[in-house]
């Protein structure tokens, strides 16, 4: 993997060197910032169009809040800083798999038991943070939890690239079940269709990728970022097709200006803030267009 980064380095410095991208890029940390983002892009792009069909925003935020508490636990059993995925990675798919269970199990509508599992995720958090500040340095924790795209090692790139892959290869093989499945789960039954098994493992599909994009984007804004690009899309698309590569285009068009801009213009965002308010600019335009434009307003 190392020669394959190395190649995309070159790339981006070439580019660089014919004034096409700023002269950062010949900084590793800011090419590596640019990979990931390439990576995650349209990743979430893609996840994005699944989580607004299935209307589980709410969802991913608890994962994502969870993630925090995955980071605590993992310091307090000394796992690393810099990349605390054993833990996080164990905490969340635990977390969001007894929360999936629970729904199937109980009366109650998702955005109330949603609230009670992030309420009790975010309470385990802040009494172990207590603990972890006398043990570990405060930024570290903000990384967590607002992102910070340029301290992107390579073990984080790989994590990620795994995690791309496989849930990439999940979504191509199950897409049409998955959407079948949230459009009518009645229908998706009768065509034979394991709803249950689905949703557990779109479940699952989203707490991989929330964790692995959380030193990314950050805890508390991975979820606009799974969200924002798909509704923008909505709003100017009129088929299928047109929502996800929509949705995949302005994910990644935001991850990559939420880096570059900032840096070309000393602007102190952090790259995640800057990501999802870029991404947010972008779907107010789209919203408007659909307001001004009949076309777009016809759409579904």
Request: proline share 3%.
């Amino acid at each position: 993997m190392s020669d394959v980064y190395a190649l995309l380095r070159s790339a981006l410095e070439g580019l660089a060197t014919l004034g096409l991208l700023p002269q950062a890029m010949f900084f590793q940390f800011v090419s590596n910032a640019v990979i990931a983002a390439l990576l995650i892009g349209p990743l979430l792009g893609i996840l994005g169009t699944m989580v607004v069909v299935k209307r589980m925003a709410f969802f991913s935020q608890a994962i994502g809040n969870a993630a925090l508490t995955g980071v605590s636990i993992g310091d307090l059993l000394g796992d690393s800083n810099s990349s605390p995925y054993v833990s996080t990675f164990a905490f969340c798919v635990i977390f969001g798999m007894i929360l999936r269970y629970t729904q199937q199990r109980t009366s109650l509508s998702n955005d109330v038991l949603i609230g009670v599992f992030l309420s009790i995720s975010l309470a385990i958090g802040a009494s172990l943070l207590l603990f972890v500040s006398a043990r570990t340095n405060t930024h570290v924790l903000e990384n967590v939890m607002f992102g910070s795209i340029l301290t992107v090692s390579v073990t984080d790139i790989n994590i990620l690239v795994v995690v791309t892959l496989a849930c990439l290869a999940v979504i191509g093989f199950l897409y049409n079940q998955m959407l079948l499945a949230s459009l009518s789960p009645s229908l998706a039954q009768a065509r034979g269709v394991d709803v249950r098994l689905i949703e557990y493992v779109f479940v699952l599909v989203i707490t991989l990728v929330t964790v692995a994009c959380v030193k990314i984007v950050g805890a508390v804004l991975v979820e606009a970022l799974l969200v924002i690009p798909a509704a923008a899309s909505r709003n100017i698309s009129s088929s299928l097709r047109g929502f996800v590569v929509y949705s995949v285009i302005i994910a990644t068009v935001s991850c990559l200006l939420g880096i570059i801009v900032p840096m070309q213009s000393n602007i102190p965002v952090p790259s995640g803030g800057a990501i999802i308010l870029t991404a947010a600019f972008v779907f107010m335009l789209t919203a408007l267009v659909r307001n001004l434009v009949p076309r777009f307003r016809a759409a579904p």
